[in-house]
Each structure stands twice: as C-alpha cells, then as structure tokens.
C-alpha cells in the first residue's frame, strides 16, 4: 500500500515544486515524485513547505545534561575553556549509569525530531562502567541508545568511539577508563552492534578514532583496517583540530598537523567525517575539501567552548563538504545551528551574506545555501539514506508551518532564509522517518514519558 502527498511547497535538490505530490511506499522510501496530480489517487494535503530530514553529524547524547550547567566561573576555575569545561563533564561520566545515559539520549533525540533532524551520528565513548569495569553486556552503553533512538523514532548511525590514551604517550585518566578499549575487543563490539541492524532498519553502524591524541598510528591503522574487512562502506568519523592546543601537541607528536597527518598516512576520502576541523592551514584546506570528506561542523558547541571561527568562506569556496552537528546539544535547532555559523562569519568578517555566492547574476540564498549543504554533508556522513525528497531515497519529510510567525507571508523563494535567518519561534510541524509519521501536529506520542525519564534522572544527577 503506498501512500500519495500533496505538499503545497516541496522542496527538491534544485527549487521547489508547488504543488509537488510524494508517493511513499510501504517499505518508507519514496516511490515517486511528480508537479502533476496522480489520476484516480486518492491524495493527503499537507499544508506549508515540505523539506527533507537533516541528518545531525555530531552528538554526544549524554552532554546534554550538563547544558546551562557550566555558565559559571569560580577563583578556582578563573579561566575558562574548552578543557576546563571538560572536567565538568568528566564529573558527569563519573555518576552516569546506563538508565540514565538512555534517558538523557531519549530527550535529545526527540529534541532533534522536534527541529527538524532525522538522524543523527552518535559519537559514544562512554562504554564501560565507572573505574572502567566491563558491563554483562559489554554493548550496554550503546543499546542503550538504540533503544532511546527507537523509541523516539529517530535514524541512529552509531560510531562506537576508539579511545585508548590520555593525550600522546599519556596514559589515561581515571575517569577516561570508561572509554578505553584495545583494538581487538572494540572491532568485537562494532561486529556485535552490526548484528542489531536486523529488524531494526535506521541503524546504521559506522567507526570513531576520537582523535590523533587519543588512538596511535598503529591503533588508527589497525582500526580501520578491522572495519574494511567488515565494510569497506562504513562512515569513519575523528574529532581533528578543535583547538590549537590539540594542533600543537600533533605536531610536537606525530611531527604534522592533524588533518595533513590523515592526509599523509590515512588517506582521506568520502566516508570520513572532520569533526570541527576548527584550525586548519591553507594547505589543509585544500587538501580536505579534495578528498571529499565532510567537515562536521557544530558552531554552537564550538561558540561556547570558545574554539575559534572555521574558515567558512574557503572552506566551501574551495568545494568542501560540510554538515553540521549539535555535539554538546547546547542547542538541537537547525536553524540556531546554521545561523550562528553564517552570522558569526559575518561578525568576523565584516560583511553580509558570506556563504553565498553568485556567479552569474543569478539570485542565491543564503538560508537555501546553508540548509542543503548541511543536508547533503550531514547524509554523507551518516549514510542514512535520506537527504532528498526524490525518488529512491528514504521518505524523511519535515513540514515547516506556513503559520508559524517566522513564515508568515513567506513563498518557497524565501522560506528557508525565513526559517533559517529569522524569528525563533520553531516552524516545524510534522516530522516523518521512513514513511511513518514520528511528530503530527507538533505532538510525539512519548513525549511526556521522555520528559519524565528525563527530569527524573536530572534530579539523580545533580539533586
Ligand atoms: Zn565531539
């Protein structure tokens, strides 16, 4: 049984279609895509702009419970920044079990849903129990996320995260043994997690070195060497030049910058994901943007850490892929996401309308721009399927309200600036995943349950 849409607006990957009819099969992927009524169908009208899923590149689920939590300084804790930010988190891993890892990670995703993002690349490294004790079940930590994204209905490709030093030749912290694996036992935990897929159709599994300073040459090599075997395909994500700190200590260690470091001796290509990619040379620049892979970019997290600006402007005029993720979930808006990384270009920049470009008169927006090239980054690096609302592709529709104030009185030409430049009240409306309607009408059928869990486990963390 399929089922025929009739979306006033809807989005394809160059304009709109006005109307646009959307034929989803039964399987959830879109059979069919048309400007003219189907003959003898019965149609559902869905009011407003209809636009495809975006896939969140980043996340740490759990870090959501620390945000508004850290806005603080104290004598002790005078200079602030992205390390010393760290040990409030690492005060979280120490109390986290795995009930409330998965309620924390149930009101993120749901989070996500609510604007707009479909999926989401989970990079999770809290594996083990506090003092490093392996659980019965040595996947615990992740299915517990699995069982957060199923339940809210959210695409999940996990990135089981390769940790095993504190920094170059530094053993690791206490709290980082929870983290920790060698090699061998973490590709059994990718195989083992390879094995939920069946029946369970928005899993995918993908693999994470959590950086140059955490995992040597020989561990990466042999990482991602296990990984080929199992999929050559699979997504490979790493968390590279955040701060210039990290940048100095891959240079004092490895005797290069950490994305020419990949470039020399990995080999960069589609299925990588540059998570930040926050200070990179000009030569790192062009030699990322070549290779195809996607800078994962999350410029909220990175504005409250106080990271630095990413070089926008060079990095997509010199062809780079990008997406962005919502890593610390300081925010889970879209809209927020791209506005703070077109707008603060613009602070730094002195100039308006910095990501667009037009070569030929032709008019270019700045909220179309930003919003497809984070949709296709972010399908690229998660592998979901999705990304488009075209045939074959996976039926991620997102209704934007043409009532919501932010669009009133806004057409396709510009509704995405609207939304993604404008207002803050959220237009979304609904939300499908696969074919199957997860938010209607701005309502999730768990939506109380998960804000529950959620309170509930705030007040066993911090009460
Ligand atoms: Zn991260």
């Known amino acids: 049984m399929t089922t025929i849409y009739e979306v006033d607006h809807l989005h394809q990957p160059r304009g709109w279609l006005s109307p646009g009819y959307l034929e989803v099969g ?99 490294y809290v594996h083990h129990q506090t003092g490093g004790r392996r659980h019965a079940n040595p996947a615990e930590m992740s299915d517990r996320l699995i069982a957060a994204a199923a339940r809210t209905g959210l695409g999940l490709t996990l990135l089981p995260v390769l940790y095993a030093h504190g920094g170059i030749g530094k053993p690791v912290e206490e709290t980082q043994k929870r983290f920790v694996h060698p090699v061998d036992n973490y590709l059994k935990l990718i195989d083992a997690l390879r094995g939920r897929r069946a029946g369970n159709p928005g899993l995918r599994v993908g693999l994470a070195l959590h950086s140059l300073r955490a995992v040597t040459p020989d561990e990466a090599h042999a990482a991602l060497a296990g990984m080929a075997a199992m999929d050559p395909g699979a997504r490979l ?118 990501i667009a470009r037009s070569a030929d008169g032709v008019e270019v927006h700045s909220g179309r721009v930003l919003f497809d090239t984070a949709l296709a980054g972010g399908e690229q690096a998660s592998g979901q399927g999705g990304g488009a609302l075209v045939a074959g592709r996976r039926a991620d529709l997102v209704m934007l309200d043409p009532d919501a104030q932010p669009l009133l009185g806004h057409g396709p030409s510009t509704a995405l600036d609207a939304w993604i430049l404008s207002g803050t009240q959220n237009p979304v409306r609904d939300v499908m995943v696969a074919g199957r309607w997860v938010i209607r009408d701005r309502r999730h059928a768990a939506e109380e349950a998960i804000r529950d869990a959620y309170r509930a486990a705030a007040a066993r963390l911090f009460g």
């Not at 039964?26 to 209809?50: C, H, K, M, N, Y």
């Not at 924390?104 to 849903?113: F, I, K, S, T, W």
């Open 26 to 124: 039964a399987d959830g992927v879109i059979l069919s895509v048309t400007g003219a009524r189907p003959q003898g169908r019965a149609v559902e009208r869905l009011r407003g702009f209809g636009v495809p899923g975006l896939s969140n590149l980043h996340s740490h689920a759990f870090q959501r419970a620390l945000a508004g939590r850290t806005e603080f300084v104290t004598a002790a804790r005078a200079e602030d920044n992205l390390w010393t930010w760290r040990k409030e988190m690492y005060r979280l891993v120490d109390r986290l079990p795995p009930e409330d890892y998965e309620a924390v990670a149930a009101l993120v995703y749901l989070e996500m849903l609510q604007f707009g993002m479909t999926a989401a690349c989970e990079f999770h």
């Open 237 to 354: 994500h790493i968390h590279v030049s955040e701060t210039t700190h990290e940048v100095e200590e891959v240079r004092a260690g490895l005797g290069a910058r950490p994305v020419q470091w990949l470039l020399d001796n990995v080999g960069l290509d589609d299925r990588w994901c540059l998570v930040h990619a926050t200070h990179l040379d000009a030569s790192e620049i062009a030699g990322a943007a070549a290779s195809g892979a996607v800078a994962g970019l999350c410029p909220l997290t990175e504005a409250t850490m106080g990271d630095g600006f990413f070089a926008l402007p060079e990095y997509h005029g010199a062809g780079g892929a990008w997406g962005i993720g919502t890593d610390s979930h300081y925010s889970t808006s879209t809209a927020e996401e791209l506005r703070i990384l077109e707008c603060g270009k613009r602070l730094d920049l002195r100039r308006r309308n910095v």
